[in-house]
């Protein structure tokens, strides 16, 4: 029996969707910061393994284009407004527009990553 192992801090959930199986959690870290550890297995000679491996990699190349807005500042935004509107006008609708096209890139990496999910449950 062909094993693999994997330690994954946060959402292991998500690995679950792609044949991994989680065996044991320990808890780790210093001081005050202290979080949990999991420990997933996958067999190697599951039947489609190739294809769920490749899956996974493609998910978390996906999930790594995720892209986060970073909203209008607020000291930026005032000082604007205050000494010139036309500018102030200028820079919200820009920062409006990048919101938008965020979301809109978001939303297709989303689509993709729950078809790749359904596929990787398809195979198992």
């Known amino acids: 029996m062909n094993i693999e192992t994997k330690i994954c801090r ?3 959930e998500e690995c679950l969707n ?10 780790g870290g210093r001081a005050k910061h202290h979080y949990t550890n ?14 769920v ?9 996906l999930k790594s284009q995720i ?7 607020p ?13 102030f006008v200028i820079y919200a609708v ?3 527009a990048q919101k938008r096209k965020i979301q809109e890139q978001n939303n297709k990496i ?7 999910i359904k596929e990787a449950r398809g195979l198992l």
């Open 38 to 51: 999991y420990v997933l297995v996958r067999d190697k000679d599951m039947r489609n393994y190739p294809l």
């Open 53 to 61: 491996a490749t899956l996974e990699k493609k998910y978390y190349f």
């Open 110 to 116: 989303e689509k993709q990553m729950a078809a790749i």
């Open 10 to 12: 946060y959402g292991y």
């Open 75 to 87: 000291l930026i935004s005032i000082c604007l407004f205050l000494f010139l509107i036309l500018p």
């Open 94 to 96: 820009c920062k409006n």
């Open 67 to 73: 892209k986060y807005y970073e909203p209008m500042d």
């Open 18 to 27: 792609f044949g991994w199986q989680k065996t044991d959690s320990y808890r």
